[in-house]
């Protein structure tokens, strides 16, 4: 056992880490471009990787050793204006890019999003012509679920004040995540020490999937906010020892609008925020104050919450199962290895996967531009794994301190595991809330590197993530016939 007042921890990514997974990712894309030779990538998709990964983890060593001992006011400026700049820059380049490679300012093969954009034009004209209760009647129907109504309102409203504008409702997206990672931070540092805060806040400002994601018309980016704030909020409200009313009406709206995004993220959060209130420990909240919220937040949010959503979470666990056989049977149409995925296979990796596209299939340009995006997720995870393995047991003498973060771990295990016997597991965009957090949790398992054992794992981890990388891309020519 290690002696853990001996261990100091790091408050910036090391170049040991930051270096091995540049070097893993440059090898991984050369011998994918050798071994699969007749479906190598575009030259293209090889920039958007190599600006990803490399970007990501030079500057994630850069900042967090120059940003280490700035004032928090400071820090906070720094954060908010480059991951706003960062993402507005690949906005507008998106927006040029879609446009030059499929004539329209949309995400490729866009489904959602143009079908977001039309319903929020739709909005906004029968605003201007006086007959919004018609859009009202249809879109809160008898069939029409809750979760289908927070995003293309929001935007509908942004249409009505800016004349149909993607581009502001593209800008006002990079500010949200830019304020995204200033939530992070304020999560991080209150639950585990203002230089894991600064970390997170640093990986979520630089990890590709939030700025890519703000340069194309999906709701991912202001449920991230949403959920950010719903969880800062509740953290906050939970370790203060006073608490009002009306903090407690912020924390159950912010939950309600958690099911006009996706009916299980609402769900996430109910089961979360209830958790904590039951375990968290007495450093957290005391008894007194845990039965009392207990009781005044269940009474509000069955009145905010009602009937409507528990119809919808019904009705979603009754058809979970349906779900996921007709998702994994339209898959192994083009797919034939998928039939043998299922949530035994990806329980283990729910933390690490989707793994990347670095070849040429059809269909998959999106997954090949964030091929780089999801690199840093998988050579990341290994610190989110460390630092949950770390709380939960013994690894460490005193570090396992799981009842002081509760909330953000029930809520990350909790969406997760929903999503491992869902249809979506190995789809990205059903991770993006769950990568939010995992920015945090990985901050915390960087700042714990200075262990020796620790820093052996990550090697052996590196590894096996390459293994994963070349086997996967096979996996997908294979199943497609093209091996």
Not at 189 to 199: P, Q, S, Y
Not at 297 to 311: D, E, K, N, Q, W
Not at 386 to 397: D, E, G, K, R, Y
């Amino acid at each position: 056992m290690i002696n853990t007042r001996n261990i100091q921890p790091l408050i910036f990514v090391p170049k040991s880490i930051t270096n091995v997974a540049i070097m893993t990712y440059i090898i991984a894309l050369v011998c994918c471009s050798v071994l699969y030779s007749r479906h190598a990538m575009n030259w293209y998709w090889w920039l958007f990787g190599l600006i990803e990964v490399c970007g990501f983890f030079y500057f994630s060593n850069y900042l967090s050793k120059a940003w280490a001992k700035v004032r928090t006011k400071t820090f906070e400026k720094n954060v908010f204006w480059t991951a706003f700049l960062i993402r507005a820059v690949v906005m507008l380049f998106l927006y040029w890019f879609h446009n030059e490679m499929t004539g329209q300012p949309f995400m490729f093969h866009a489904a959602d999003s143009i079908g977001y954009h039309e319903e929020a034009r739709w909005m906004a004209e029968s605003i201007r012509s006086g007959h919004f209760n018609s859009f009202l009647a249809y879109k809160f129907a008898e069939g029409n679920g809750v979760s289908d109504a927070g995003y293309p309102m929001y935007l509908g409203f942004i249409y009505l004040l800016t004349d149909d504008s993607i581009i502001v409702v593209r800008l006002l997206k990079s500010i949200w995540s830019a304020l995204s990672c200033i939530l992070i931070y304020r999560l991080g540092k209150r639950n585990f020490g203002e230089h894991v805060g600064r970390l997170a806040a640093i990986l979520m400002m630089l990890e590709p999937h939030f700025s890519i994601y703000g340069g194309m018309h999906l709701k991912e980016t202001e449920m991230v906010f949403v959920m950010l704030l719903f969880l800062e909020r509740s953290d906050a409200l939970l370790r203060n020892r006073n608490f009002k009313f009306s903090t407690i009406s912020v924390v159950v709206v912010l939950l309600a609008s958690l099911f006009t995004f996706r009916t299980v993220l609402g769900l996430t959060g109910v089961f979360a925020l209830v958790m904590a209130l039951l375990l968290s420990s007495k450093r957290v909240i005391s008894l007194g104050k845990r039965i009392v919220f207990l009781l005044v937040f269940g009474i509000t949010a069955l009145y905010f919450v009602g009937g409507r959503i528990m119809s919808e979470v019904e009705t979603v666990w009754e058809r979970k199962d349906d779900n996921q056989s007709k998702r994994m049977s339209v898959v192994v149409q083009t797919q034939s290895l998928a039939k043998y995925a299922g949530a035994s296979v990806f329980a283990p990796m729910i933390f690490t996967i989707p793994f990347p596209t670095m070849v040429e299939t059809e269909g998959q340009e999106t997954s090949r531009m964030l091929h780089g995006g999801l690199v840093v997720k998988n050579l990341m995870s290994f610190f989110c794994i460390l630092a949950l393995a770390s709380l939960i047991f013994p690894l460490l003498p005193g570090r396992n301190t799981w009842r002081n973060n509760i909330l953000i771990g029930v809520f990350l295990i909790a969406y997760l595991m929903i999503l491992v016997f869902s249809a979506f597991a190995h789809a990205d965009r059903f991770h993006m809330p769950a990568l939010a957090l995992e920015m945090l949790f990985m901050a915390y398992g960087v700042s714990l590197f200075r262990v020796p054992k620790f820093k052996r794992w990550y090697k052996y981890w590196v590894v096996i993530m390459f293994i994963a990388i070349i086997a996967w891309n096979w996996f997908k020519l294979a199943g497609r016939g093209l091996a």
